[in-house]
């Protein structure tokens, strides 16, 4: 597999992982709108994480202003499948659209928390 496919499918798996252990904290705690609102923006970040991969190979072996304009499309996309939660939570009240934003950067979480746990693991001075 190649080395950008393991880290998309570690990174989206420990994103849907944490958010469904939050998420259904929040549910069992007797805060349905909020879990559900985690698990959804969750899901939509993963998505939107797969997307930017399989945008990439779009963008080579074009001339600059067709690359340019298949990189927007893209874009585009890519904030329209991100506000899908936000407005099913601002327009339909199916869950918390705070707990939903909050989820649509978990994928961004689980790398940052990542690199957070690799840097604290690997500091000077740290015996092996």
Known sequence: MAPHREAQKKYCFRAITSAILVGGGLIFA???ALGKGLVAGALFSV???ILIAESLPHKLG????????VSMGWILLRYAL????LILALRFHLFHPL????????????????HFVLAFNS????EA
């Open 30 to 32: 007797g805060l349905p």
């Open 47 to 49: 998505l939107n994480f």
């Open 62 to 69: 074009k001339s600059r202003r067709k690359a340019a304009a």
């Open 82 to 85: 991100m506000a899908v939660p």
């Open 99 to 114: 707990t939903a934003a909050v989820g649509l950067f978990f994928v961004q979480l689980a790398i940052l928390w990542d």
């Open 123 to 126: 500091s000077p001075g740290k």
